[in-house]
């Protein structure tokens, strides 16, 4: 295995990029192979698996180091990038005949295989479909088909009833879903989507130990006490991995210079400079939070939640101390998915990082409500 | 024109990098801050050390309006300008184009197309230009979505993109939230010029570049570098001495269809008028981060009228120059 030479700002991390595995690598594999622990992914998701992670947050190395072990272990993979298709006037068929068309180019199985299903689809694309799997799946074969930006189908009017169905269909899990998204969807009727939904691997920032894997790689480009920069640049992100990249990226870039900044001066100048739009991360949250968070009634009320736990003790609530209103798990989820806030596996809940503290500070919570008031 | 790249010789040379290890770029400015030129040097710079390279130059204001009307309209067009830029046949070509497009969504058989051409070629750069035409539209808004997830399937480093566009850094970011091709890029920011940029390009031109010479250009067009081209040729052609020249000049017919191009760019930003009313009295103006009203600066500021200038929250709009003035209400700034 390559030693890890650089770090990476964005983008699938690089062979020679350094890449810190999580519960969440084996965790995918695990659930491919039938043999998640349980209590830690629903086992009853029958094959259906999803992402729904911030951006910035490792989705994308995620699931190609998963497409590299899948291969290893003899399951077929199939990457879907609905983006290639979207549109707002795709239609039901063309959804399922863009897919078949991937998988019989990924499984090699020739173009006269769907065209000579193409007919079914007078009947519905349902049928077209479920025709279609029944040609290529195998109950001896682990096939898993990757969709990639699901949530680019959100305005579409079809549900995938469908596609849920064909999953639950084939025999020995041998079929398995993995819907990768960066927000959740919601407004979807589709029982499939709330299972997918549910089932969802938990991507968590960097752990302290984690973070260290950090410090061998710095070593290659700084002679000072790496254990302790990648301290000092913990104490800024909390072990987010796009941000803590950053820092490092910025760190191995400067030391060439007589007076390196430290690692203040380079989060001030990485992520403060231009405020909210310092950074994607971090416009990125704004953004989203505009989108979710639209509804004053349903904006005021998280940023209650929000603003209590800018005010707790050690940065961080129990999810059960937070005020009442909204503060159910499906808003706290919309609002982790935001970027803004992070729950561990005791359920507790904080501010992401002193970098999003700093940023999304009380005028910021007053600016939204000035903002949400205008807009009534 | 005079070649005026050494204004911005680093960046062209970091843009050629960039491209050569695979990144897509993303030349964005404000009105008249030179992208097109910046592109053509690139392209010419670019083409002179990879000569294989087959380039699809697509400008979307060449674009009929009711080639927005759909996604799968913009593409159609998309795609004929590409095959027309690498010499297909265009009669032929639509009749394999409908018989593509039976079965397939429109953007699978793009990516077909593309696919196809780059086997053909070996390597394709696609340039698309005046791309926030596109962009601002929300009929529109998968198209980069689309773009983003055919380049990828065509090997990186055979098919890639430079994309221009009037946006800014503030748009640039959320741009990059929302699309991982706007995030994975290589941006090629042009701001307003300064002092010594304006006065390299009077030096170019062979005029006065005197402090006080580029002091008066500042005052009249600020650092617009389309505006401060189209002010300098004028005076080349007119074979005037740029130092008496500027005291009488008919600025109105200089730059009236320019103008005019800017009024209209202007009446589509909402709240355009308040703010713009508040530079009557005065050239620059300092608004906090948070203010309500930023979007509008930030709107005028892409037309050209203002410049932002400052960090964090400390942001300082500026009124381009006298020009720019004339622009709002009733004033007439005009020399006679």
Not at chain 2, 83 to 100: H, I, P
Not at chain 2, 305 to 317: A, P, S
Request: charged share 25%; proline share 2%.
């Amino acid at each position: 295995m390559l030693e890890a030479e650089n770090f990476q700002i964005g983008g699938a991390v690089r062979a020679n990029s350094l890449y810190i595995e999580r519960r969440a690598d084996d965790l995918i594999i695990e659930f491919v192979a039938g043999a998640t622990p349980v209590g830690e992914l629903d086992r009853s998701a029958n094959g259906i698996i999803c992402i729904a992670e911030p951006h910035q947050s490792g989705k994308t190395s995620l699931y190609y180091r998963a497409f590299d072990k899948l291969q290893a272990a003899d399951a077929k993979y199939i990457y879907f990038d609905v983006g290639k298709i979207i549109s707002p006037d795709l239609s039901e068929i063309q959804w399922y005949y863009a897919l078949a068309h991937q998988i019989s180019e990924d499984l090699n199985l020739g173009a006269d295989k769907i065209d000579m299903l193409w007919d079914k689809h007078n009947e519905s694309p349902a049928t077209f479909w479920s025709e279609f799997v029944k040609n290529f799946a195998d109950e001896k074969q682990r096939i898993v088909i990757l969709i990639d930006e699901f949530n680019l189908t959100e305005s579409l009017e079809f549900g995938f009833d469908a596609l849920f169905a064909s999953v639950a269909a084939v025999g020995n899990a041998s079929l398995v879903l993995l819907g990768v998204f960066s927000y959740y969807l919601t407004g979807k009727k589709s029982p499939g989507f709330s299972a997918l939904q549910k089932t969802v691997v938990p991507l968590r920032d960097f752990t302290p130990k984690q973070m260290r894997g950090f410090a061998p790689v710095l070593a290659q480009f700084i002679n000072t006490d790496t254990e302790r920069t990648v301290r000092e640049i913990y104490r800024w992100t909390n072990g987010h991995p796009y941000m803590s990249q950053r820092v490092c990226e910025k760190i191995k870039a400067s030391f060439a210079v007589n007076q390196p900044p430290s690692v203040d001066e380079i989060v001030e100048d990485l992520f403060f400079r231009e405020g909210i739009y310092s950074d994607v991360a971090l416009a990125s949250t704004n953004e989203r939070f505009n989108t979710f968070f639209a509804d004053s009634d349903r904006r005021e009320a998280v940023l209650v939640i929000y603003e209590n736990l800018l005010k707790a003790d050690g940065g961080a609530r129990a999810k059960n101390d937070l005020p009442e209103n909204f503060s159910t798990d499906s808003v706290l989820e919309d609002l982790r998915v935001t970027g803004l806030i992070s729950i561990d596996e005791k359920s507790n809940v904080r501010c992401r990082n002193e970098i999003y503290r700093r940023i999304f500070d009380d005028r910021w919570i007053d600016f939204k409500r000035n903002a949400a008031a205008q807009n009534e | 024109m005079n070649n005026n790249y050494f204004l911005h010789r680093n960046l062209l040379e970091q843009a050629v990098i960039r491209l050569r290890d695979r990144y897509p770029l993303l030349v964005y400015g404000a009105f008249g801050s030179g992208k097109a030129f910046f592109v053509d040097k690139f392209v010419a710079e670019y083409s002179a050390a990879n000569p294989r390279v087959v380039w699809a130059r697509v400008d979307f204001e060449n674009f009929s309006e009711d080639s927005f009307d759909s996604l799968d309209a913009v593409w159609k067009n998309l795609i004929f300008s590409v095959a027309e830029n690498v010499g297909e046949d265009l009669n032929r070509f639509a009749e394999d184009w409908e018989k593509r497009t039976v079965k397939l969504p429109l953007q699978k058989a793009a990516e077909e197309f593309l696919s196809d051409t780059v086997n053909r070629f070996g390597k394709l750069v696609l340039v698309l230009e005046n791309s926030h035409k596109v962009i601002r539209r929300e009929n529109l808004r998968n198209f980069f979505d689309n773009l983003r997830a055919i380049a990828g399937e065509i090997a990186a480093d055979s098919l890639q993109l430079v994309i221009s566009m009037i946006s800014d850094v503030e748009e640039v970011t959320v741009l990059g939230d929302g699309s991982p091709l706007f995030n994975a890029s290589f941006k090629v920011p042009l701001t307003s010029l300064d002092d010594a940029q304006i006065t390299a390009l009077l030096a170019s031109h062979s005029f006065d570049d005197s402090a006080a010479t580029v002091g008066r250009i500042r005052n009249l067009v600020g650092g617009n570098l389309y505006f401060i081209n189209v002010l300098l040729n004028y005076l080349d052609e007119a074979r005037r001495d740029v130092r008496d020249a500027l005291d009488d000049l008919n600025i109105r017919r200089i730059f009236s269809s320019d103008l005019e191009t800017i009024r209209s760019m202007v009446a589509k930003v909402n709240g355009a008028d308040k703010v713009l009313r508040r530079f009557a009295e005065r050239d620059k103006i300092s608004i906090d981060f948070y203010n309500l009203d930023k979007i509008v600066y930030n709107d005028l500021a892409k037309t050209g009228v203002l410049v932002r200038e400052g960090v964090g929250n400390d942001i300082v709009y500026t009124i381009q120059g006298s020009v720019f003035k004339s622009l709002i209400g009733d004033s007439d700034v005009f020399l006679s």
